[in-house]
């Protein structure tokens, strides 16, 4: 059986599990829990940069980051699943993928310099660069939220997992003055069961 190697807080992990749960894929895979700071996890060898998730499917070759495991899944059950065929949505759903594992990213980034960092080497600079890049992010999706409605692709995923990531790591600060991605949030939290299921709890 393929393995997927990740963590339950990981937003990117949490992206490809519910991928998997809409496209009916649940038990195409074993989930592995990953710990990236130990040098003897084998996450190492199946991905050199060390990060998760990383998929192992049954040929045994490895695939990874987030982005290419839910372009694989699209393409088990043949396509334009998710990851819509038509060439605009195809750009406007990558193009939202990408902004919310970029606020992923900046905010994981903030949670390292705390946590791989003595308090007097921790960066105020870094912090607030990272912090920065949150902010317009969510503002900008803010401006523009994303529906629940219709058929989900890998950009409305990916908003939900970045969303959820926030609330677990910056206990919803963001909720306050983002009031439309609270809505789409809710709405995307009532439509698939597998949010709920792959929550963790602060």
Not at 47 to 66: C, E, T, W
Not at 68 to 73: F, K, P, S
Request: proline share 8%; with cysteine; glycine share 6%.
């Amino acid at each position: 059986m393929a393995i997927l190697r990740t963590s339950p807080a990981s937003p990117f992990g949490r992206k490809v599990t519910i991928a998997a749960a809409l496209l009916g894929l649940s038990d195409a895979f074993e989930v592995v829990i990953t710990d990236t700071s130990n040098p003897d996890d084998p996450l190492r060898v199946d991905n050199p940069l060390g990060k998760i998730p990383a998929l192992l499917p049954d040929s045994g070759v490895p695939i990874y980051d987030s982005r290419v495991i839910l372009e694989y899944l699209d393409l088990q059950v043949g396509g334009g699943a998710i990851i819509p065929a038509d060439p605009a949505d195809r750009i406007k759903a990558l193009t939202l993928q990408a902004l919310a594992d970029g606020i992923a990213d900046a905010s994981l980034l903030q949670i390292y310099e705390v946590r791989m960092r003595a308090e007097e080497e921790r960066s105020p600079k870094v912090l607030a660069y990272q912090a920065a890049k949150v902010a317009r992010g969510l503002a900008q999706l803010e401006a523009n939220p994303p529906s629940a409605e219709g058929a989900l692709t890998v950009g409305e995923i990916a908003v939900a997992c970045m969303l959820g990531y926030l609330d677990l790591r910056f206990h919803g600060t963001w909720r306050a003055e983002h009031p439309r991605l609270v809505a789409f949030l809710d709405a995307f939290a009532g439509r698939v069961p597998a949010f709920e299921a792959t929550k963790v709890q602060p």
